[in-house]
């Protein structure tokens, strides 16, 4: 079936030190969709990519859709305590169907 | 305020009894859903619903039920049947023309 995946599961870093999460789709996806959750919080929508090589910026966060529509990646630059939390991705898939990846956890030691 | 509003936020109960969340929204969409999270997992969608009247089974359905009688309002009963149902279950609804999900701030179910 179709999945969404992300890497890493885990990743704790430094405060200042940079942190990437990628998304990867076994299919083709329409858009896709990124999402925080703080510890104890629930998912807040935070950037949705369409175009085929899109990239997006808000402040620190760097988001990236690929080429193929199947793979997107989260860069977050001089990470901050206020970062830590769960970072999902969620693609859309043709038959518009959203589908969310298991998260990655970003934990940032000061 | 506009939002998705679920209750209760944490729920104790015996294992054989069955459970109802609550789950309402003022914001007019169309489309609810309701997912399951488990400790340091991802989302898995239960079960959703595009109209009033009319639901469809997500990927883990055993053992839950729902009913979409009113376009705010989307509760999830978790029945006996549910073999594991202690975890956080998360309500989210979109506009259906829509692209973003919004979330409600959860429930947590711990079964005794």
């Known amino acids: 079936g179709q999945q969404v995946m992300q890497i890493p599961q885990y990743q704790h870093v430094q405060e200042g030190e940079d942190f990437t999460t990628y998304c990867n789709s076994s299919t083709t996806l329409s858009n896709i969709q990124w999402y925080k959750q703080r510890p104890g919080g629930h998912p807040v929508f935070l950037i949705q990519l369409v175009k085929s090589g899109e990239v997006k910026k808000q402040k620190r966060l760097t988001f990236q859709f690929g080429e193929a529509k199947k793979n997107s990646a989260l860069h977050i630059t001089a990470t901050q305590t206020t970062d830590v939390g769960t970072y999902f991705c969620a693609g859309r898939t043709s038959y518009d169907k959203v589908i969310f990846g298991p998260g990655t956890s970003l934990s940032v030691i000061p | 305020d506009g939002g998705i509003t679920q209750s209760p936020k944490y729920l104790f109960r015996k294992e054989g009894q069955n459970v109802t969340l609550s789950c309402e929204q003022n914001l007019n969409h169309d489309a609810m859903y309701w997912y399951r999270q488990d400790p340091g997992q991802g989302l898995r969608l239960i079960y959703y619903s595009q109209i009033v009247n009319d639901f469809q089974k997500g990927d883990i359905a055993e053992g839950y039920s729902v009913s979409r009688e009113k376009k705010e309002s989307f509760p999830l009963t978790v029945t006996s049947a549910q073999k594991n149902p202690t975890a956080f279950y998360l309500c989210?609804?979109?506009?259906?023309?829509?692209?973003?999900?919004?979330f409600g701030e959860g429930s947590w179910l711990t079964v005794v």
């Open positions: 989210a609804s979109k506009l259906d023309s829509g692209n973003t999900i919004y």
